[in-house]
T-cell receptor
Framework: GQQLNQSPQSMFIQEGEDVSMNCTSS?????WLWYKQDPGEGPVLLIA?????ELTSNGRLTAQFGITRKDSFLNISASIPSDVGIYFC????????????FGTGTRLKVLA | SAVISQKPSRDICQRGTSLTIQCQVD?????MFWYRQQPGQSLTLIAT?????????ESGFVIDKFPISRPNLTFSTLTVSNMSPEDSSIYLC????????FGPGTRLLVL
């Protein structure tokens, strides 16, 4: 199926560092979601974005809905070991269908 | 938000057999979905489970292989039929409740 391009694919960072990842597409989206998946668990919703240019925070996490509606960004500030996991973006093209296309994922590893 | 549970949480099955996965939500929801996540991969939508009518399948997925039931607004099942090792994946139920929430997943290994 169709997937969104997410980068970086994986990253190792030191505890305390800030992290940035992004999701891009050639298509326009109406909604962007960001999820975190821990090993052996289902994805957990972190942030939902509904308007172009929207900037939303959830604790140390901040996400933005790109102004072109073709991309989204997630930043994690002052990373901690429990930030380890896989982060997925998901985009919805048509509001009426409730169907989402998922990114390829960013695997984050935090070194204490 | 919505609280979603899935059964079983994991299973090991022999090829040629079938497994039915259950998804239970703590509130009534209109939209329920089934996803597959192959090892080390992202999530792929299998189908939308429609209450009172046949599920709507995505390209590459068919009803004979993945029959789905949706008897009411809080429950759905996905059956993985005539399994092969290629069906080894995590199967995830999700619901639309203001936004999309996922269950914990069912980890299936087919030998």
């Amino acid at each position: 199926g169709q997937q969104l391009n997410q980068s970086p694919q994986s990253m190792f960072i030191q505890e305390g560092e800030d992290v940035s990842m992004n999701c891009t597409s050639s298509s326009i989206f109406n909604t962007w979601l960001w999820y975190k998946q821990d090993p052996g668990e289902g994805p957990v919703l972190l942030i939902a974005l509904y308007k172009a240019g929207e900037l939303t925070s959830n604790g140390r996490l901040t996400a933005q809905f790109g102004i072109t509606r073709k991309d989204s960004f997630l930043n994690i500030s002052a990373s901690i070991p429990s930030d380890v996991g896989i982060y997925f973006c998901a985009g919805q093209m048509n509001s009426g269908t409730y169907k989402y296309i998922f990114g390829t994922g960013t695997r984050l590893k935090v070194l204490a | 938000s919505a609280v979603i549970s899935q059964k079983p949480s994991r299973d090991i099955c022999q090829r040629g057999t079938s497994l039915t996965i259950q998804c239970q939500v703590d509130s009534q929801v209109t939209m329920m979905f089934w996803y597959r996540q192959q090892p080390g991969q992202s999530l792929t939508l299998i189908a939308t489970a429609n209450q009172g009518s046949e599920a709507t399948y995505e390209s590459g997925f068919v009803i004979d292989k993945f029959p789905i039931s949706r008897p009411n607004l809080t429950f759905s099942t996905l059956t993985v039929s005539n399994m092969s090792p290629e069906d080894s994946s995590i199967y995830l139920c999700s619901v639309e409740s203001e936004t999309q929430y996922f269950g914990p997943g069912t980890r299936l290994l087919v030998l």
